[in-house]
């Protein structure tokens, strides 16, 4: 899904104030916890990551964006080869949920 500007100033900020975490291993250890309220993977990922992820967020309930084009994610967190974030503070994850969900609903496309 390709989302506005707001949502990347959003998570953005959450960079900022060290609620997220990165990378593949660190987002399962925070799901399986119960730390990781959202998650968001590029989508350049691969096949594999994107499966795995899936599972895991429909065992564990825990909602998953898609990020399109790929590698921006990674850029827009300053981190250039991360394929995948997830969110701990459930403030940012509930206010990046709304974004993507008007988004999807009919939101014009800002890159």
């Known amino acids: 899904m390709i989302l506005r500007n707001d949502f990347f100033g959003i998570l953005g900020f959450a960079v900022r104030s060290r609620n997220v975490v990165f990378g593949a291993l660190a987002c399962e250890k925070g799901v399986k916890s119960g730390k990781v309220k959202l998650l968001l993977i590029d989508a350049d990922a691969s096949k594999r990551t994107k ?39 459930g403030g940012f994850a509930k206010r990046l949920l709304q974004i993507a969900q008007q988004q999807e609903s009919g939101g014009a496309a800002l890159e």
């Open 51 to 89: 499966k795995d992820t899936e599972n895991m967020c429909g065992y564990y309930s825990v909602k998953l964006i898609e990020i399109d084009p790929g590698g921006v994610l990674g850029k827009r967190c300053g981190e250039e080869s991360v394929k995948l974030v997830g969110v701990t503070d």
